[in-house]
């Protein structure tokens, strides 16, 4: 205890500096100063440690023996309290599992998708992972895919008790190939993963029901983790003459979503200069090659224990249930990219909508969806048709956590996709 009381003082000060230093470097640096709001707890911390540090070498030892004892007590009530979170969130998918039983009569599929893959790769070589353009982001290749892998039943997600699992087309998006064959297309989607169809198997995706109610072609280009500017690349990329209508489908983590795509130096291209492209339609061998590759990683991952381990040294439950999520404001960029996809839609004869998506935090708390506003007044001010899912659909449910699998924190579950797309048919046919 003396050696603690004699280096007590130095050893605050010192995680105090290097805590401040970590947070000014993840706020001001890599994120540039745009998710601020959200660092502001841990400067507020940082700040008042340093300040703790400076007056406690003032202090007599008997006060720091005092401070050492409560320091240690706040430290283990916060580790039994991310155990709690963790029991607990153990808790609710055992209980998702045993309605899922209920219901179904069958057995939640508890498998990670490695292991779903090594079995059917026994069987089919065309099979693999999902991998999401966001992924690339922060890694230096030469080529930024903004797909999957192609032709190759893809093993997606579970959020209802199975995993999705869709079969890719030419380029890698979640369409029948033969979408790509059509002479017109009555919808293109672009999107994160509630247009990629997560969770969900066709024909209940977004795009599947589209295709059934117009009877018309679609193509999904959405992909999980896209944001704004890895959408309008995408748009740039592969969008077809003979498209009737964009659906540009935002979801509220896109804003954040875009200050990470904006350090990318092949995405912030498209951005600045109107024609470059990477010319990814011929490219999709490349593109096959290198996510084939990176399944070799994922397994690694898989089989490295300490993952779930350094979460909970991270204590990530209780800083999720603690702090805020991370959020910024629209940027001037994303202006410039609904202005820009606009034209591109244009040149391209086609009509561009913009379909807002709620989250299911919405409905569990008091919400106040701070953007809704500042990102309605862009796409008003662009003169672009505005669709609140959260009017047309959710508001006028008496139970809108219905539309979520299980009623917890995740995408839609088949009505909720089914219902949201019919808005959207509903708004956009001829």
């Known amino acids: 205890m003396n050696f603690l009381i004699k280096k007590f003082s130095l050893a605050i000060l010192i995680i105090s500096l290097l805590l401040f230093i970590y947070t000014f470097y993840k706020s001001e640096i890599f994120w540039d100063g745009n998710i601020r709001n959200y660092y502001k707890a841990y400067y507020s911390i940082s700040s008042i440690l340093i300040l703790f540090s400076i007056i406690s070498f003032f202090i007599n030892d008997e006060i720091k023996q005092y401070l050492i004892i409560s320091g240690i007590s706040l430290v283990v009530s916060l580790y039994l309290f991310e155990g ?64 999957g892998l192609s032709n190759s039943e893809t093993i997606y997600c579970n959020e209802n008790g199975y995993y999705s699992i869709y079969k890719s087309d030419r380029y890698g998006f979640n369409n029948p190939d033969n979408e790509w064959d059509e002479k017109e297309t009555e919808y293109l989607l672009v999107g994160d993963s509630f247009t990629h169809g997560a969770c969900v198997n066709r024909p209940n995706d977004i795009s599947s029901v589209l295709r059934n109610l117009s009877n018309k072609s ?22 077809n003459t003979g498209v009737k209508k964009v659906l540009w489908i935002y979801y509220g983590n896109d804003l954040v979503n875009l200050e990470n ?64 999520a991370p959020s910024t404001v629209p940027t001037p960029e994303f202006k410039k990219i609904l202005k820009l996809t606009k034209e591109l839609a244009n040149k391209n004869n086609s009509k561009l909508y913009f379909i807002y998506l709620p989250e299911s935090i919405r409905y569990k708390t008091a919400y106040k969806d701070t953007n809704y506003n500042l990102v309605k007044n862009i796409i008003t001010e662009l003169k672009i048709p505005f669709i609140d899912i959260h009017k047309e659909v959710f508001k006028k449910e008496q139970n809108p956590l219905k539309l979520f699998p299980f009623e917890q924190v995740g995408h839609y579950n088949v009505e909720g996709y089914k219902k949201v797309a019919k808005a959207i048919y509903e708004f956009t046919k001829d």
């Open 84 to 147: 709690y979170l963790t029991f607990k969130e153990q808790k609710d998918r055992l209980s998702k599992e045993k309605i899922y039983k209920k219901n179904t009569g069958k057995r939640w599929d508890a498998r990670h998708k490695l292991d779903i893959y090594n079995e059917l790769k026994r069987n089919n070589n065309k099979i693999t992972i999902s991998f999401h353009p966001s992924y690339f982001i922060n890694k230096n290749y030469s080529t930024l895919p903004l797909s």
């Open 218 to 239: 679609v193509l999904n280009l959405g992909m999980s983790g896209n944001g704004p500017l890895i959408e309008y690349a995408t748009l740039r990329e592969y969008l």
């Open 261 to 324: 795509e904006k350090k990318n130096n092949i995405l912030i291209k498209y951005l600045k200069d109107l024609n470059f492209t990477q010319n990814l339609k011929f490219k999709q061998n490349n593109i096959d090659s290198l996510l084939s590759n990176l399944i070799k990683e994922r397994e690694r991952e898989k089989r490295n224990s300490k993952f779930k381990l350094i979460k909970f040294i991270k204590m990530s439950n209780t800083k999720h249930t603690i702090l805020p």
